[in-house]
């Protein structure tokens, strides 16, 4: 059985940092592309980063310079690194590989 289960959120100053979390079970999560979505409060789903099965990294617009994807193959874990946060990442982040998805960590940036 798949299950992604995200961890890392919370509250933040703008300008902060969290390192979000995805651990993944029932399949080799290196050997797939893994992505990042985010949805904000009264919005709809926005796609935040992707990593490849090669490693290969792209990111959003919004997002780009200050997120990294990154992976950890022997522990079947993907990693959203979040740097010089503002408040208009405020949103429920979720891991995804298609068509699973795992249930969210809220990560709220705010003074």
């Known amino acids: 059985e798949v299950q992604l289960v995200e961890s890392g959120g919370g509250l933040v100053q703008p300008g902060g940092s969290l390192r979000l979390s995805c651990a993944t079970s029932?399949?080799?999560?290196?050997?797939?592309?893994m992505s990042w979505i985010r949805q904000a409060p009264g919005k709809g789903l926005e796609w935040v980063a992707r990593?490849?099965?090669?490693?290969?990294?792209t990111y959003a617009d919004s997002v780009k310079g200050r997120f990294t994807i990154s992976r950890d193959a022997p522990k079947n874990t993907v990693y959203l690194q979040m740097n010089s946060l503002k408040p208009e990442d405020t949103a429920v982040y979720y891991c995804?590989?298609?068509?699973?998805w795992g249930q969210g960590t809220q990560v709220t940036v705010s003074s």
């Open positions: 995804n590989f298609n068509p699973w």
């Open positions: 990593i490849t099965s090669g490693s290969a990294t």
């Open positions: 029932g399949f080799i999560s290196s050997n797939y592309g």
